[in-house]
């Protein structure tokens, strides 16, 4: 029970007395890309020429793909022999409507099913 105190128009609540319940296969079920591109792929992405980062981000993913592929089918071992560093995730940031979500949500799909989340900030 969280314990709290009322004021003239507020509840306050102890953050110390906040104990979250966090279930990993549902949190996991959840943090996929929207249904709106549960079918987007980087092949399905077409990228603006008036905008070459657009494509550059397009080519950077699918090598992105290749080399997580590799890293998770073993190589990933001899990779770090040589000082290679492991792959741990991919960050994007542009404009509003410049295909992020539609990229992001193509790398996840390449991924489905191998311990994948899907993060996106509205």
């Known amino acids: 029970m969280l314990n709290y105190r009322r004021t003239l128009m507020h509840e306050i609540f102890s953050i110390y007395d906040f104990k979250p319940q966090i279930h990993v296969s549902s949190l996991s079920q959840r943090l996929v890309p929207p249904p709106r591109f549960a079918t987007a792929t980087l092949e399905s992405y077409i990228a603006d020429h008036a905008h070459p980062s657009q494509q550059a981000a397009k080519e950077y993913l699918r ?5 997580l592929n590799r ?4 190589l990933g071992k001899l ?6 560093s492991p792959i741990l995730g991919i960050y994007l940031d ?5 295909g992020k979500t539609h990229l992001l949500a193509a790398v996840h799909s390449a991924f489905e099913g191998k311990n994948t989340i899907f993060l996106s900030r509205n």
């Open 71 to 74: 890293q998770r089918n073993g």
């Open 94 to 98: 542009g404009a509003f409507g410049v």
């Open 63 to 67: 090598e992105f793909v290749h080399r």
């Open 79 to 84: 990779l770090k022999s040589f000082g290679a």
